[in-house]
């Protein structure tokens, strides 16, 4: 494969100190964005990166970053034809914002840009007022702008209508890193660069950083690495379980929801004898209702295994059963009916015991209540 069609991805780190001190998120002037779902064509594959920096001792809010921010990747992801043409309209789109701002408000601003776009091996790197980007490589770093480049003077982002847009463009490989920084890096030397990423990891060269960054200082660092392999292995499906044929309904069978609900009544309410007597008829009957349906049930399915003399149905002839079978189907039936008459009639005289017994406890309590003013007549009920 060409260098040229080589298709790379990016790793992407950040580097936030103010004071001295180490800021765990990126810079507000800092982003990293893949193209959005619905971007101009052309801009399908492009990756945009970018890092607006204030000059020393300027300070802004978030949303003036954020801004500037979003009007250069709207502009840029929306805006059709070639990759510089592109980055100059984004560009020129947050330069009309600062230049505006500094007409209007009081607080006066240097901003600086560095940005640039990923398309497969292909990096463009624009740079704009004080700001710096660092092409680090094995042969060492390329600085853009250069020193020279510096000497002759740039302007800031918006100090005129037209920007001054210094563009680069390159081809990369797996293992380069690019530093989009703001000026406080223009200090560091070549072979301190060098020395800090050279152990090609991301997170070692901003380790490195650190030790040599100034008290107040911004960069985003970019790794460029070949994408981890698809896998093409898609997993088996499960086999398909085979279908049953469907069994007949043994009877009715009741809301489970009903039960708590059902329970919760009970504990809020205190019924009477007759009543409690009466719900436990209800109660037994339903029973019996139930297991009389499940008998039912049964005597079907046993019909519909049980031979009916000859037949042309092959299905029906399927499931003929031999005579010892039958008969201890046959007698399964009156065991099963023999004890569901037992239950049955035990349900019932529970019942009649229970009912009994609420209405002695509340003869019991209603002689206790006429007792009160005796304390000795009323401790027996």
């Excluded at 300027?58 to 990759?83: I, M």
């Excluded at 209508?161 to 563009?167: G, W």
């Amino acid at each position: 494969m060409a260098v040229s069609d080589m298709e790379l991805e990016a790793l992407v780190g950040h580097l936030f100190i103010v004071g001295g001190r180490m800021i765990s998120s990126a810079s507000p002037g800092a982003i990293a964005m893949s193209p959005p779902r619905r971007a101009a064509r052309g801009r399908d594959s492009d990756s945009f990166f970018s890092l607006i920096s204030l000059a020393p001792g300027e300070r802004q809010p978030a949303t003036f970053y954020k801004s500037l921010l979003d009007a250069l990747t709207e502009t840029y992801y929306n805006t059709t034809g070639g990759v510089t043409t592109a980055m100059r309209e984004a560009i020129a789109a947050a330069s009309q914002q600062v230049y505006t701002f500094n007409r209007v408000e009081t607080d006066f601003v240097t901003v600086g840009l560095a940005c640039a776009v990923l398309r497969g091996s292909e990096l463009f790197v624009a740079v704009v007022g004080p700001a710096r980007a660092f092409l680090i490589r094995g042969h060492g770093p390329e600085r853009m702008p250069s020193d020279f480049e510096l000497h002759e003077g740039v302007l800031a982002l918006g100090a005129e209508v037209e920007p001054d847009i210094r563009l680069y463009r390159h081809h990369v490989q797996p293992g380069d890193f690019l530093l989009l920084a703001d000026p406080s890096f223009n200090r560091l030397s070549d072979s301190a660069l060098s020395q800090a990423a050279s152990s090609g990891q991301i997170a070692d060269l901003l380790n490195n950083l650190v030790g040599v960054a100034s008290p107040d200082s911004a960069c985003e660092v970019i790794e460029f690495v070949t994408p981890l392999p698809e896998e093409d292995d898609e997993p088996e499906p499960l086999p398909r379980r085979r279908r049953l044929p469907a069994l007949p309904l043994l009877g009715k069978i009741a809301d489970p929801s009903a039960a708590p609900a059902a329970a919760g009544r009970a504990r809020r309410a205190e019924p009477s004898g007759d009543d409690a007597g009466r719900k436990l008829r209800q109660a037994g009957s339903g029973a019996a209702k139930g297991l009389a349906g499940a008998a039912g049930g049964l005597r079907v399915l046993v019909e519909r295994w049980m031979p009916a003399g000859t037949t042309e149905n092959p299905l029906e002839q399927r499931f003929k059963l031999s005579v010892p079978a039958q008969i201890g189907i046959a007698l399964g039936v009156a065991l099963l009916t023999a004890l569901l008459t037992y239950v049955v009639y035990r349900m019932r005289g529970d019942t009649s015991q229970y009912a009994q017994l609420v209405r002695e406890a509340q003869s019991e309590i209603e002689q206790a209540r006429d007792g009160l003013g005796n304390q000795a007549e009323a401790r027996p009920h």
